[in-house]
């Protein structure tokens, strides 16, 4: 698969108020994830690395113990095993994240 039709493409939800939309290789996946106002993703942890950009809104983003407001344009990294969590605050935020390895967990 060389294209990928977003549009078209189903979701899967991650938590209340949060889904994502997923495309993968043979070695990371991407996942276009948007989160209702207010919605939250859980504290948790994996062995993946994740490297995200937000596109729109804002996310108050905790990685490890260090807590930030994200914006569009603003990026993030986290190594695997670190414990992160997000929450959108009043407004829709749309968020692009990559992971490597693939995370099977999100292939469906």
Same mark, same amino acid.
């Given at each position: 698969?060389?294209?990928?039709?977003?549009?078209? &493409?189903?979701?899967?939800?991650? @938590?209340?108020?949060? /889904?994502?939309?997923?495309?993968?290789?043979?070695?990371?996946?991407? /996942?276009?994830?948007?989160?209702?106002?207010?919605? &939250?993703?859980? #504290? @948790?942890? @994996?062995?993946?690395?994740?490297?995200?950009?937000?596109?729109?809104?804002? *996310?108050?983003?905790? *990685?490890?113990?260090?807590?930030?407001?994200?914006? #569009?344009?603003?990026?993030?990294?986290? #190594?695997?095993? !670190?414990? @992160? /969590?997000?929450?959108? /605050?009043? *407004?829709?935020?749309?968020?692009? *994240?990559?992971?490597? #390895? !693939? &995370?099977?967990?999100?292939?469906?």
């Amino acid at each position: 698969m060389y294209y990928c039709d977003v549009q078209s &493409r189903a979701s899967m939800e991650l @938590h209340k108020g949060v /889904s994502s939309k997923t495309f993968w290789g043979d070695n990371m996946l991407l /996942s276009l994830v948007e989160f209702e106002p207010g919605s &939250r993703g859980a #504290p @948790h942890n @994996h062995p993946h690395e994740q490297v995200g950009v937000i596109l729109e809104g804002e *996310i108050e983003l905790t *990685i490890g113990e260090e807590n930030k407001l994200l914006q #569009p344009g603003d990026c993030y990294m986290i #190594p695997g095993g !670190v414990e @992160h /969590s997000a929450a959108a /605050s009043g *407004i829709f935020c749309k968020m692009m *994240i990559v992971f490597n #390895p !693939v &995370r099977e967990d999100y292939k469906y």
